[in-house]
């Protein structure tokens, strides 16, 4: 079975600062990695997503995150925030091979301060 | 093209009575999953089904079922409501096998169970 974990469930950062959110998972197979975004009364929107190749993988509205298989992590970074990034964000796993099933991490409430 | 249409949006019921949530996917897409999403459980996968078959199920009581049509269009039904029940629910239809193929959730439908 996978799991995900986010560490920190609140991040708060400076408008114009480095935005780091964490995620380690678990697996027993090599799986395939996101990172949702979603903003109040909202649905998920895809940022990115990791399957094989490159590990480090660009996303939209500025977003990156590079898959360390060594360290079981897919970290989420942006350079510089902006208010606009003030959401919550979830990491989630899926097997390959085991259809469309998504397990997701308990999510991390960022905050930008002005 | 038109996304993911989850109707209704809001829902008010009573504890003991059934509800059912609708879901159509994006043209073309054969797969719909569907999600809770509470603050204190997170997200949790219900069920996936494709081509009008369910391929995967989460760790959910009896009480909540679906089922797909030829046209796709998923419906999910939660019987014998508890306040527990109280959520978003999310579907997300997908174009193939993986959420890697295209993964596209829905705005949600919020029950609110008093």
């Known amino acids: 079975a996978q799991s995900v974990t986010q560490l920190g469930s609140h991040v708060s950062v400076s408008e114009g600062a480095l935005v780091l959110l964490r995620c380690n998972y678990s697996?027993?197979?090599?799986?395939?990695l996101f990172w949702y975004v979603q903003y109040p009364n909202q649905g998920l929107q895809l940022l990115l997503k990791?399957?094989?190749?490159?590990?480090l993988v660009k996303g939209i509205n500025g977003f990156e995150a590079e898959f360390k298989k060594s360290e079981t992590s897919f970290h989420l970074t942006k350079p510089s925030a902006h208010m606009s990034d003030a959401a919550e964000y979830f990491c989630?796993?899926?097997?390959?091979?085991?259809?469309?099933?998504?397990?997701f991490g308990g999510g991390t409430r960022l905050m930008v301060k002005p | 093209k038109a996304g993911v249409t989850q109707t209704p949006r809001y829902l008010i019921k009573t504890r003991g009575q059934q509800v059912t949530l609708s879901c159509s996917p994006i043209?073309?897409?054969?797969?719909v999953s569907w999600y809770q999403q509470t603050p204190g459980q997170g997200l949790q996968f219900l069920f996936e089904?494709?081509?009008?078959?369910?391929?995967n199920k989460g760790n959910f009581p009896g009480r909540f079922s679906g089922r797909q049509f030829s046209n796709s269009r998923s419906e999910m039904n939660v019987s014998t409501l508890e306040l527990g029940d109280s959520a978003l629910y999310l579907c997300?239809?997908?174009?193939?096998?993986?959420?890697?193929?295209?993964?596209?959730f829905g705005s949600g439908t919020r029950l609110t169970v008093v």
């Open positions: 997300a239809s997908s174009l193939g096998d993986s959420p890697y193929s295209g993964y596209t």
């Open positions: 697996s027993s197979v090599p799986p395939y």
């Open positions: 990791y399957t094989t190749g490159a590990t």
């Open positions: 989630a796993v899926s097997l390959p091979n085991a259809g469309n099933m998504l397990t």
């Open positions: 043209s073309g897409h054969r797969s």
């Open positions: 089904y494709f081509s009008e078959t369910q391929r």
